[in-house]
């Protein structure tokens, strides 16, 4: 018998079994992942919020994995087939693949070749030919000749002559061969490590689909070939572009019938005793093996594993996303300053949009600086007027259309009203054209056009990025790998758990936060932060985290998971504007009465606390895990995780890939990192690419590891195609710009064929010089 549930997971996780059962335990009763890995410790010997996803994904599959087993074997009996073996083999099953396996022979299917043969008397012939190779099988089968007959499943044509016999016997014997479940698994494990994926592009397709170009003749091992690679072969075949196929790595073509067994009908042949030594009936035999692999077998199993491929391709791509998205959202928060956004635009002039420290908007307006019209002058005189009046200190502005001529522009209003110690940052403005055509945009700002929402959103997204961007739909923010290429609900849930981790770490201001961040609060759901918004809009601020339980359809079991993450700015204690969940408040109490201190005195006195013993004030209900975070929190109530800001200064005078040059050292923001490098905004309207190759001067595996979203970072030019607006950047700032017309010089450490030996055993194909990788994997992130 396999081990239990809770026994798989605490293997998998590196865990006690009592840890899981007890976190199992947590989830099961509604807590969720934020509350259990915060305010849970004891429970699950603390367990951290990675560990917690990860279980909760892996028991879901468990779970369904024991209910189709029980289907499984209820099936199977029911139709009176259930030998002990069998019920061991099932029982003893890792994973539903291997339980597929056991059941195929049993389960229900339409009316097959191999029982249309068994209806008509063939499995003698069948049994005798593979018992004794040297019948000769023409002369064996005219015995079982009969002709069409009724049954109960339908008509039976019978036994018409030799051909149809042997043809019969062929069929069951096939069917028997590709049910063995052992032989399948054998056969499994063969192609996955010989396997090779090949595209080649659909003839006369080669213009239509250029944008698959690296993919028109191309074969990678499918162990080793990469998320993006996957995912763009895959697309090309769906947008029939590209034949791909799974072929094994012997086979240079499609095989011959009279061609020596491959490595996989060997197998067949060895599995079930068939050799060629001569004998009358070894062709026949020979080639029923061959028609197993080809028509049966490899058929399956190509399926198969083409829909691993894309479903591994696929959890790496949501992962990268998931990825860039948390980096993103916990970008450092300029914090509480008067704001004015600037969403660019040429034509349609420049929205600019002015918030208050808390993100009201105060006045908005439309320039034109740009052509047509070109005027600067206005422009800049209306927004010094606007910075003045609402005492303006940061100018936050869209990296679309413009943005550089915009940022020219804010520069100048810099140097012309120094007096008004403006700075100006470019941010990135991905979702916001979603944010302001929503309804809750709408609702937020129901007096705006839709163009100011826009800027209202860039100069708040600056302000604080995680509270504006959990207005938008995850999908939205751009920040993804091949993101239309996924199942569409497993990103979603993925992300949506990286929002719901983010925005717990953080914590959030009940009294200011909107209803998408409340919605993101651990145990609140939509209606319920509705719900808080409306209690304070007609009730007024929250004075103390007690005062939520007088919310409408708030109750005790949503306030307990909710509480520690919701904060209370200057209310009536000091613990409410503090991660301390309100169960812990007679704890703290226990503390202050030891120390003879009041909370107001003790908070932030990092001296005295760290001279406690977390251990003195342990009991039942607290363990030492808990009063270990609580006093960590008095020292600095409410900490925010996320750093301190900083911006990247765009190098003046470029401003547009005309402007770059060889070995040019600009500073720029990473937009997004890919399996294959990361994308890097430096100002000239197109994101350069540092190929994973190029973001360090050790070997880098996951460009996570190096880079993330938003962070600030040196580059240097590499390489410059204006035509196909392509720029090749590295972050070793020792390399320099190949010579005109020379090839791509690599470092020894940095050799393509080395690396992948050592770290991935990638065959030699799939490798390439950095800088010519690199300009091969623009084309595959965006799309």
């Known amino acids: 018998m396999l081990p239990s549930i809770e026994q798989r997971l605490a293997v998998e996780l590196v865990a006690k079994p009592q840890q899981i059962a007890a976190a199992i335990t947590l989830l099961d009763e509604g807590a969720t992942v934020p509350f259990i890995s915060r305010y849970r410790k004891e429970a699950t010997g603390g367990l951290d919020d990675t560990q917690l996803r990860l279980l909760e994904q892996r028991l879901s599959y468990l779970r369904e994995l024991e209910q189709r087993r029980e289907a499984i074997v209820n099936s199977i009996t029911e139709q009176g087939k259930m030998t002990p073996l069998l019920l061991d083999a099932i029982m003893h099953a890792e994973d539903k693949t291997g339980l597929e396996d056991l059941y195929l022979p049993y389960k229900i299917k339409r009316r097959t070749k191999a029982q249309i043969a068994l209806e008509a008397g063939l499995l003698p012939l069948a049994e005798a030919l593979i018992a004794d190779p040297t019948l000769v099988p023409e002369e064996a089968a005219t015995a079982y000749l009969k002709a069409p007959f009724k049954t109960d499943a339908g008509d039976n044509p019978g036994v018409a002559d030799a051909k149809a016999a042997l043809d019969g016997a062929r ?287 860039i100069a708040r997204r600056l302000q604080d990025p995680l509270a504006e961007l959990v207005k938008i739909d995850p999908k939205s923010i751009g920040v993804g790998q091949y993101q239309h290429d996924v199942s569409q609900s497993q990103l979603a849930k993925s992300l949506d758990a990286v929002v719901e981790d983010c925005v717990n770490a953080v914590g959030v201001d009940v009294n200011t936060a909107s209803v998408p961040l409340l919605a993101r609060v651990s145990g609140l759901s939509n209606s319920v932060a509705q719900s808080i918004v409306n209690y304070r809009d007609t009730q007024g601020r929250f004075d103390s985290r007690a005062a939520l339980r007088k919310v409408p359809r708030l109750g005790d079991k949503t306030f307990e998971q909710a509480a520690g993450f919701l904060r209370v700015m200057d209310g009536e204690s000091p613990l409410d504007a503090s991660a301390v969940h309100p169960e812990s408040y007679p704890l703290v109490e226990k503390i202050l009465a030891d120390l003879k201190r009041d909370v107001k005195s003790v908070i932030g006195d990092a001296g005295l606390l760290k001279t406690l013993n977390p251990a003195k004030y342990a009991d039942e209900k607290f363990g030492v895990p808990t009063i270990s975070d609580i006093l960590k929190e008095l020292e600095k109530p409410g900490r925010d995780p996320r750093p301190e800001f900083s911006t990247a200064t765009f190098k003046e005078g470029v401003e547009e890939i005309r402007d770059l040059r060889p070995d040019m050292i600009l500073e720029g923001v990473v937009t997004n990192v890919a399996a294959f490098g990361a994308f890097v905004d430096i100002g000239v309207h197109q994101d350069g690419l540092v190929h994973i190759s190029a973001l360090s001067n050790t070997f880098v595996k996951d460009p996570h590891t190096v880079v993330k979203a938003g962070q600030v970072v040196k580059v240097k030019v590499l390489e410059v195609d204006e035509k196909r607006k392509r720029i090749a950047l590295t972050m070793r700032l020792t390399d320099s710009a190949p010579q005109p017309g020379a090839q791509p010089v690599q470092r020894a450490d940095r050799d393509d064929a080395k690396r992948l030996s050592q770290h991935q055993k990638q065959p030699a194909q799939a490798a390439a010089p950095a800088n010519s990788a690199m300009a091969a994997a623009f084309a595959k992130l965006r799309s």
């Open 171 to 457: 069929q069951i014997l096939m069917e028997r061969f590709a049910e063995d479940a052992t032989l399948l698994q054998q056969c499994r494990a063969y192609l996955q490590e010989h396997g090779i994926v090949e595209s080649l592009v659909i003839e006369g397709k080669q213009d239509e689909g250029a944008k698959y170009a690296d993919y028109f003749a191309y074969t990678e091992s499918i162990m080793s070939i990469p998320s993006h690679r996957a995912l763009a072969i895959l697309r090309g075949r769906r947008e029939e572009m590209l034949n791909v196929v799974l072929r094994l790595d012997t086979e240079e073509e499609k095989p011959k019938w009279d061609a020596p067994l491959n490595p996989c009908e060997g197998r067949i042949a060895h599995f079930f005793k068939i050799s060629n030594q001569g004998r009358a009936a070894d062709k026949w035999l020979a080639d029923t093996v061959r028609w197993c692999w080809r028509v049966k077998v490899f058929m399956h199993l190509e399926s198969e594993l083409m829909g691993q491929l894309r479903e591994r391709a696929e959890l790496e791509a949501i992962n990268v996303f998931a990825l860039n998205l948390k980096a993103l959202l916990l970008a450092a928060p300029a914090g509480q300053h008067a704001t004015m956004g600037l969403d660019p635009g040429l034509r349609t002039g420049v929205k600019v949009a002015i918030v208050d420290a808390t993100g009201k908007v105060l006045e908005y307006s439309t320039i034109y600086p740009h052509q047509p019209r070109n005027d600067w002058d206005g422009s800049l005189h209306t927004l010094a007027q606007l910075a003045a009046k609402h005492n303006v200190s940061l100018i936050s502005i869209g990296n679309g259309t413009a943005s550089r001529e915009t940022d020219k522009l804010a520069q100048d209003l810099i140097k012309l009203r120094p007096e008004l110690k403006l700075r100006k940052i470019v941010v990135s403005e991905a979702g916001a054209s979603v944010y302001s055509a929503s309804e809750f945009a709408s609702k937020e700002l129901p007096d705006l056009d839709v163009t100011i929402r826009g800027a209202v959103s």
